[in-house]
Nanobody
């Protein structure tokens, strides 16, 4: 069983920044393919970013447009999402997700991940 705990959400003004963190339990974190998703009220959960096993390769949704940066520290079992130039449309609950086995084929879909955190609220005011 893997537990994921996100933190770092909050209220920020448009143009501001937040850094989300996600700490994972387990002894094989370096084997996990990690992802970030978000869900706004009344909308489906959508892909934000993903990182391969050592963070060498990162993948982003088009709407990120260079504003967000994902990273991971395997020594701390932690993955991060640095979010800059936040806009009101970025308001959502942000979720950390882990895929703990096999390839990461189809990682832009939430179904590709088998463990999820509880989410952290990000609210951006105009």
């Amino acid at each position: 069983q893997v537990q994921l705990v996100e933190s770092g959400g909050g209220l920020v003004q448009a143009g501001g920044s937040l850094r989300l963190s996600c700490v994972a339990s387990g002894h094989t974190f370096s084997n996990y393919f990690m992802g970030w998703f978000r869900q706004a009220p009344g909308k489906e959960r959508e892909f934000v970013a993903a990182l391969d096993w050592d963070g060498t390769s990162t993948y982003y949704a088009d709407f990120v447009k260079g504003r967000f940066t994902g990273s991971r520290d395997n020594a701390k079992n932690t993955v991060y999402l640095q979010m800059n130039s936040l806009q009101p449309e970025d308001t959502a609950v942000y979720y950390c997700a882990a895929r703990t086995y096999g390839s990461a084929y189809g990682f832009r879909a939430s179904s590709a991940f088998n463990y999820w955190g509880q989410g952290t609220q990000v609210t951006v005011s105009s």
